[in-house]
């Protein structure tokens, strides 16, 4: 039986050719310098062989699913691997904190699998998301370094991802949260999938107040990374610093295969990473696709980059001459390489704010009024669509959100032709706010980028949030603060007929946690003031976007 689920999965990836025979050696154990013993189990060929090179996975998913998913198929290419678990899960010593134990672990791990008879000293790592993250708690201190990175669906750091604009990003960790604090005891596949019970319970549990204890809500027990996650959302960057492989030395790190999606949560980071890669001399490449996280859609690209690099880099294969980039312009159905990132011949063009709701390829005239509204936290605006770890992803028709009080809609004419949108995309937004009863500059502002049809449907293309926090902006004697967004980048094409729309709200919950407007930390706030603002537009505050037209 298993032999027939690996054909089909093989078939299934689009492999061809005979798989070759391997074994699979269970619960080795590996020794770290704390005394701490992690579990892990090694796939190679069957009968005696000379030291060959090793293929290293550290995950904390388990051995099976994933980890034997990765293992075998690239077992069945020739590939020598070693699966392991990470520190505290299934079956491996000490306790689980995620992120922060991964450098020591995974470095004590290198060198433990580079003393092994059956190891000759070169090593490569693979997987996607957490378990690519493990790759740079890794790669970047390494001596000698790694033969090759496979980081799909990842980042070197993940504060950013964690926090975007300061505002923790809820639902996503929420999700997560649920699948780490009951995968041991449902199984790891189980704890991905986004049951309806799932979904409802998630959502009760990022509602109720206060957010400190909505980790025995969601996973039935407490979990410490849940703990860490509210508990350090004021300052999280001094909290997550072990956790943070940013400030990596290009020029030392081994080639790096990257792949993404436009849906992806990590998409913004990673092509920071691998802008820094590109330019500080490092051999990477990237592909980006129409997917969100780890759907099907991007398996397959995945399994295929991981098999050609390895093959490269460890096997002495060819190499295929492909661009460094590939990239998918979603509504055009077509794929286009580029040599860098961001795309050299992307022209950007300005989009700005303008009374009425107009959306204008012009700064508007002097003496145009703000726009306003209210934020209130007990009615926090929502969110739909977006980069989301589970449904609803991705792309959503947009129309009730933008019926509401508290979002401004700006809205441009028909596009002549079609526009095609590639690379990075930004907004600054002139803005005062104040919380109820106070004269302090608080509160979220969130931007949303969306193609509106000729039928009214208006689909979510790119947002970024920004959090406000009193002291920390640099605010102008009438008050108005300069928010500078920016926004998740895209391949993208607005059809002729079709307009441009840009939302301004000062919420999107519950991707985002609330803005309280008390200043109370976020971990045990339980009550709320609402929060007025003012968005301001003209030749002296020019609210706008800016989207890079790609010829």
Not at 21 to 35: A, Q
Not at 71 to 91: D, K, N, Y
Not at 203 to 216: G, I
Not at 388 to 395: D, I
């Amino acid at each position: 039986m298993a032999a027939l689920a690996e054909r089909l999965i093989d078939r299934r990836l689009g492999f061809t050719g005979p798989p070759v025979p391997y074994v699979r050696e269970r619960d080795l154990r590996v020794p770290l310098s704390d005394g701490v013993v992690l579990l892990a189990d090694r796939y190679r060929r069957p009968g005696p062989a000379g030291p060959r090179p090793v293929v290293l996975m550290r995950t904390p998913y388990g051995r099976d699913g994933l980890g034997s998913l990765i293992g075998s198929l690239l077992a069945r290419r020739g590939f020598q691997v070693l699966v392991q678990s990470t520190r505290g899960t299934f079956g491996s010593g000490g306790q689980f904190r995620p992120f922060l134990h991964e450098s020591a672990d995974g470095l004590d791990t290198l060198d433990w699998v580079r003393g092994q008879p059956w190891c000759d000293g070169r090593v490569s790592m693979v997987g996607p998301s957490y378990v690519g993250h493990t790759q740079w708690a890794v790669a970047p201190y390494a001596d000698p370094g790694l033969c090759s990175m496979n980081a799909d669906i990842t980042a070197s750091e993940f504060t950013s991802t964690f926090y975007p604009g300061g505002a923790p990003g809820l639902l996503n960790l929420a999700g997560w949260v649920n699948q780490i604090g009951r995968q041991e005891r449902i199984g790891a596949v189980t704890g991905f999938l986004a049951t309806p019970v799932f979904s409802r319970r998630k959502r009760r549990a990022v509602t109720s107040l206060p957010l400190q204890a909505a980790d025995v809500a969601l996973a039935g027990a407490p979990v410490m990374f849940w703990r860490d996650f509210v508990e350090h959302a004021e300052r999280p960057r001094e909290f997550w610093a072990p956790a943070e492989h940013d400030g990596f030395d290009a020029a030392a790190m081994p080639p790096v295969c990257m792949v993404t999606g436009w849906w992806d949560l990590f998409v913004d980071r990673q092509l920071v990473d691998f802008t820094a890669l590109q330019r500080g001399g490092a051999t990477a490449r990237i592909t980006i696709g129409p997917w969100n996280h780890g759907d099907a859609g991007s398996v397959s690209t995945i399994a295929h980059e991981m098999v050609h690099w390895l093959g490269v880099h460890l096997h002495d294969g060819p190499h295929d001459g492909r661009a460094p980039v590939r990239a998918y312009v979603q509504h055009a159905d077509r794929w286009t390489d580029l040599p860098c990132w961001p795309p050299p011949d992307a022209q950007p063009s300005e989009w700005y704010l303008a009374s009425g709701g107009h959306l204008l390829p012009e700064s508007p005239s002097a003496g145009a009024a703000a726009d306003s509204f209210v934020y209130d936290p007990a009615d926090p605006t929502p969110t739909v669509g977006g980069p989301m770890l589970q449904p609803p992803s991705k792309q959503h028709d947009n129309r009730d959100v933008e019926a509401r009080d508290d979002v401004l809609v700006y809205t441009g004419p028909p596009q002549e032709t079609d526009l095609d949108l590639l690379g990075q995309v930004s907004a600054v937004v002139y803005v005062r706010t104040a919380a109820e009863g106070t004269d302090s500059a608080e509160g979220d502002v969130f931007v949303r980028v969306c193609d509106v049809a000729p039928d009214g449907t208006s689909l979510n293309v790119t947002d970024a949030m920004h959090r406000l926090v009193p002291g920390r902006e640099a605010t102008a004697p009438d008050g108005t603060t300069v928010v500078r967004l920016a926004l998740s980048p895209t391949g993208y094409r607005v059809r002729a007929g079709h307009r441009i729309r840009v939302q301004i709200a000062g919420a999107a919950f519950p991707r985002f946690a609330r803005n309280h407007g008390t200043g109370e930390r976020m971990a045990t706030a339980v009550t709320g003031r609402r929060i007025r603002y003012e968005v301001l537009h003209g030749p002296d505050h020019p609210s706008h976007v800016v989207l890079p037209h790609h010829p």
